[in-house]
């Protein structure tokens, strides 16, 4: 008998949580305007809401952070981070940041202007907010089976590599701040990215002049699908797989708060000098000093030890394969999942699942409400709440995918919770047909308004 993934870790301190009740639940949404982001955590039994800086640190790292060097200037810290960095993704020279966002930020200062393109994968919606609040234009050039939820594609994250050429072509390489490519692609359903495409993207980039940016928050879950599923990688070390997938950029943005296991934290990697000292002028206005960039010495130090931990095999194993169980389960229920899973996250089919509540009335949104009310599971609505209005029309988005997310943190919850969730998506499919309308939006703010939408029920 093959012997199952199993976590290579055990559980040294715990945290309970509170199962309320659904009368407790359906209050308190109400007075969230029904959105998610507005609940207390204490009202959220089981919380999918994100695997962003959710993850449990381990021994190591709490340890690393009493060692933290706390000076403003040249900590050890700092160097330990560089170090590692350096050895992780090979990039020589890198900028600290306080989250992903932060590092978009102070890169695309330096490179995006008004009226660019900027084409890759699906863009993040924090990394399309800096390109659209800077009036530049996100391209999604991503390969058209991504919006396909059933057919099974090893790399669904993909760039389509004409779409992304005719872009370059019919551009001047002036007007194209840079291309980024997201690994994994998480809008898209936390899809991977072939190496064999990052390889195409990069002689690209070459071939027209224009940068190369790898948004790289999952990049270690998205080089164990590379190791799984493309020729060559088998037998490869993930560390090694990684840096192949760095070779081909000239720079990436990293949140730390997903595959490098810590809460808080971000950097920017530079393959140049150059573009490294265009942007520490901006990380000193933004973010603070180069050598911290919003990082405490203990925070960088716990990131160096997490960007260990986040690239080793046995515990990449046991965390995707937690994540297929979760989606092979729902699939058991009947529940239409997006296939294949993604690295980080089950996403769930609201089209398919309440195929009778019309996209203007947020089918998403109205999904993940009915998961928090059943059990006290949070989920996060990816879809047209989420797309936003479009930057010049001002009309609504409404993008082919419209799911609802359940990311899971990091060495944070077991099976158990997992078939909890399960049952709760279950019992809210086996009534699905009583979910009559959805909801409809009271505020919204001019960019990135799912964050703080108000919401009411029809
Ligand atoms: N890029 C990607 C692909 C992301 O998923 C995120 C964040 C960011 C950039 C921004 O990083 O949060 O550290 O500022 N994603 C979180 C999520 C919020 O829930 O998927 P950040």
Redesign the pocket.
């Known amino acids: 008998m093959d012997l199952p993934f199993t976590e290579p870790f055990k559980i040294k301190m715990v945290e309970n949580i509170y199962r309320s009740t659904k009368e407790q639940r359906e209050s308190w949404i109400k007075d969230a305007s029904f959105n998610l982001f507005n609940l207390k955590s204490e009202q959220v039994f089981i919380d999918l809401?994100?695997?962003?800086?959710t993850g449990a640190m381990s021994d190591k790292q709490w340890s690393a952070m009493m060692l933290g060097d706390e000076s403003y200037a040249g900590a050890s810290s700092y160097y330990k981070l560089k170090d590692a960095i350096k050895d992780i993704t090979g990039f020589n020279f890198f900028l600290p940041t306080h989250?992903?966002?932060?590092a978009?930020n102070v890169l695309f200062s330096v490179l995006v202007k008004e009226g660019d393109l900027v084409p890759g994968n699906s863009h993040?919606d924090?990394?399309k907010g800096h390109i659209e609040f800077r009036k530049a234009i996100a391209v999604d050039c991503t390969i058209d089976a991504a919006v396909d939820t059933t057919t099974w594609h090893p790399f669904k994250g993909n760039v389509d590599i004409e779409k992304l050429e005719n872009v370059l072509k019919t551009n001047p390489s002036g007007n194209i701040s840079c291309i980024i490519v997201?690994v994994t692609n998480?809008t898209a359903g936390g899809q991977p990215v072939s190496m064999a495409n990052l390889r195409e993207v990069g002689k690209l980039s070459r071939k027209y002049g224009v940068k190369f940016i790898i948004?790289s928050?999952?990049f270690a879950e998205n080089a164990y699908f590379i190791k799984l599923r493309e020729d060559g990688y088998a037998d490869k070390d993930i560390r090694d797989i990684a840096r192949e997938m760095f070779s081909y950029a000239d720079g990436m943005?990293m949140?730390?708060?997903?595959d490098a296991i810590v809460n808080m934290g971000?950097f920017i990697g530079f393959r140049e000098e150059e573009l490294f000292r265009q942007a520490s002028t901006y990380n000193i206005i933004y973010e603070g000093f180069i050598t911290y960039g919003g990082m405490s010495g203990r925070d960088m130090n716990a990131l160096a030890q997490g960007l260990y931990e986040g690239t080793e095999l046995l515990y990449l194993e046991s965390r995707i394969n937690q994540v297929s169980r979760l989606g092979t389960r729902m699939k058991e229920y009947g529940i239409p999942v997006l296939e294949p899973f993604g690295g980080h996250a089950v996403f769930i089919d609201a089209k398919k699942f309440l195929p009778h509540i019309p996209i203007e009335e947020f089918p998403a949104q109205t999904l993940a409400l009915e998961l928090y009310t059943e059990g006290g599971v949070r989920g996060?609505e990816i879809g047209a709440l989420m797309a936003d209005r479009d930057p010049i029309t001002r009309q609504n988005r409404y993008p082919e995918l419209e799911t609802v997310r359940l990311?899971l943190p990091r060495r944070v919850y077991t099976d158990n919770h997992m078939n909890y969730v399960a049952a709760v998506v279950r019992n809210v499919f086996e009534r699905r047909e009583q979910i009559k309308r959805g909801v409809k939006i009271s505020w919204e703010a001019p960019i990135m308004r799912h964050f703080t939408v108000r919401l009411e029920r029809y």
Do not use: H, P, V
């Open positions: 809401l994100t695997d962003s800086g989250q992903g966002r932060a978009e993040f924090t990394t997201t998480n948004d928050a999952r943005t949140s730390s708060k997903k971000g996060a990311a």
